[in-house]
């Protein structure tokens, strides 16, 4: 239930705010004298479009705010988003300002910043606003579903649920196997290049990445074996076989120092170097002869590392800088190709799932038509059966269901049709109803739909218009129904719907002397200023006749109406 408006800067409402009541609430006044513009301000706290233009004229920003009765719905949304629930009220606002040619809104919920689909998705537990204008909407066919669905209950809604959950898995796979497809040339193309590549790469047996480098030193040895070979012998013999070598001139000067050694002991450690220095030079010479003897000069061998060479570099300028690069690149590609041989595996499970989850969407569809169906027949009786009262006794409304092509709503094409007089056949609602059918069309709807939710605040703006005052007295019958079990908001330009209302606002557009700008003035009216706004929709003037009409109609009513004056506050 809506409690409280706070208004500041939006149209012609510099500040007001209103506190609204529980059962049937009636805003009256003349026409565009800014009845509407509370209720756009509701609609634009909630989601709804707001510009520049809806700005107070001089003003910079403004503000809505609103406070609601938290019903357990809204506690359980507000837990998803973790917005602390405060006491059994949930309040909403939407601050807008203009700065150049700037606009900005940014909304709140429970003070928490949220955006413009989760204000549509609270709207759905708060309020639902209808309109006599609802033209377009009665002709749309998704609009139609929506309300056939809603009628339906919650096991419907859920099933419905579950349909757009299943579409959505098919057509992710679907999508997946499309995609599958369009790349199919791409992955055969890649095929043949990898399998290629390892056609070359695989039969060079790359295991060490060093390779290379140790076939390059073994290739220089082998390229120069010959002059190894002669300076290698030449050391040998220098060291060793010479006349006199240099083994024999060491030991000359050792023994040289030993001899003298006994004068001067400092010229011992000098003696045992040239010791060391022939056992290492003895050492030297046998590892030369023993490195010349293992020398092998064979073309063949050399000619072997010079291609196993080639081939090393020729793979590392094609598929990398060096041979470790190359290696891992084989390896990649191998485990690549296996990935794509595999793909065509992959494409017969995408197929399979698709074709399953096709099959479990038309299920789920089919179960979606059938409660669809029963929902429709319940609706028909259901709704004739309101309209009767509304003086529409000899209507006929009835719920086609056509099959269409499968959607996340279903394969239902849902079109309401209806005539109004006998001898006529069904026709499209949206094509035929006029002004004042479409608005006891849309009461009677709304009546049957509030069987099948928690209360809410139903907002419905001059829906009466185009109606006599018979037809009238049953809207008002009809609204005061609804006002037992939800708080009603009704914009109306009929006696007899104020008459029956719980709580009159009257709305009046004035001048302010003191600023020369046009305001909006709400007044909750009682008693006797009761009976002068109803003889003021009565008749146009507050004759004696008007005004004993007036109480006449309330009189009928037999409601109380506790005064309320503190409800409202205003500021020009």
Not at 164 to 179: F, G, I, P, T
Not at 299 to 304: E, G, I, K, R, S
Not at 449 to 464: G, N, R, V
């Amino acid at each position: 239930m809506l409690q409280t408006l706070r208004i500041q800067n939006f149209a012609l409402v510099a500040e007001l705010e209103v506190t609204f009541q529980r059962g049937l609430n009636v805003l009256t006044g003349e026409t565009g004298a800014g009845k509407s513009i509370l209720l756009d301000a509701i609609d634009a706290l909630l989601g709804g479009k707001l510009s520049a233009r809806q700005l107070r004229s001089g003003a910079e920003q403004g503000c809505i705010e609103a406070i609601f009765t938290l019903p357990p719905p809204v506690r359980d949304w507000l837990a998803t988003l973790e917005i602390d629930a405060e006491g059994d009220e949930v309040i909403c606002s939407r601050e807008f300002s203009l700065k150049g040619e700037t606009f900005r809104s940014r909304s709140r919920v429970n003070g928490v910043l949220v955006n413009r689909q989760q204000l549509l998705e609270l709207r759905r537990y708060l309020v639902r606003l209808t309109a006599q204008g609802q033209a377009v909407q009665l002709a749309s066919a998704s609009q139609q579903r929506d309300w056939l669905d809603r009628y339906g209950g919650e096991a419907l809604m859920t099933q419905r649920q579950r349909v757009a959950e299943a579409y959505r898995a098919w057509q992710q796979r679907q999508r997946e196997l499309q995609d599958f497809a369009t790349q199919e040339q791409q992955r055969l193309q890649r095929l043949d290049l990898l399998h290629f590549q390892l056609q070359e790469l695989l039969p060079a047996a790359l295991e060490d990445p060093e390779e290379l480098t140790q076939l390059q030193q073994d290739y220089q040895r082998l390229s120069h074996v010959q002059e190894l070979q002669s300076q290698s012998q030449r050391a040998y013999h220098l060291l060793y076989e010479g006349e006199p070598s240099g083994v024999t001139l060491l030991a000359q000067a050792q023994g040289a120092l030993q001899s003298i050694a006994d004068w001067d002991p400092a010229l011992q450690p000098i003696s045992e170097l040239l010791e060391g220095a022939i056992a290492q030079a003895e050492e030297a010479a046998r590892q030369l002869r023993s490195y010349a003897d293992r020398l092998d000069a064979d073309p063949a061998t050399l000619d072997a590392l010079g291609q196993r060479i080639q081939q090393l570099q020729r793979l590392c300028r094609k598929y990398g800088p060096d041979l470790a690069s190359v290696i891992a690149y084989r390896d990649r590609i191998q485990a690549e190709l296996a990935a794509l041989r595999d793909a065509a595996t992959s494409q017969e499970h995408l197929e399979a799932e698709v074709a399953q989850l096709r099959q479990i969407l038309e299920q789920a569809s089919e179960h979606l038509h059938q409660l669809r169906q029963r929902a429709a027949e319940r609706l028909e009786q259901d709704l004739l059966s309101h309209l009767c009262p509304l003086g529409l006794p000899q209507a006929r409304f009835a719920v086609e269901l056509k099959p269409t092509a499968i959607s996340s709503s279903g394969s239902d094409e849902i079109t309401f049709l209806w005539s109004a007089n006998p001898g006529q056949p069904l026709q499209p609602l949206g094509e035929i109803a006029s002004g004042g059918e479409m608005s006891r069309f849309l009461l009677a709807l709304e009546t049957c739909l509030t069987t099948q939710q928690t209360p809410k605040t139903l907002i419905f703006d001059e829906i009466d218009v185009g109606v006599s005052g018979r037809v009238a007295g049953a809207i008002a019958e009809s609204l005061s129904c609804l006002g037992q079990t939800h708080q009603v908001l009704c914009v109306t330009h009929q006696s007899l719907i104020a008459a029956a209302a719980d709580h009159h606002y009257l709305v009046q557009k004035d001048v302010d002397p003191s600023t020369a700008t046009t305001v909006i003035r709400v007044q909750y009216l009682t008693d006797e200023a009761r009976v002068q706004a109803l003889a003021d929709l009565a008749g146009g003037d507050r004759s004696a006749m008007a005004l004993s009409f007036a109480s006449g109609l309330l009189a009928q009513q037999q409601r109380p109406f506790p005064p309320n004056a503190e409800g409202i506050s205003m500021k020009t």
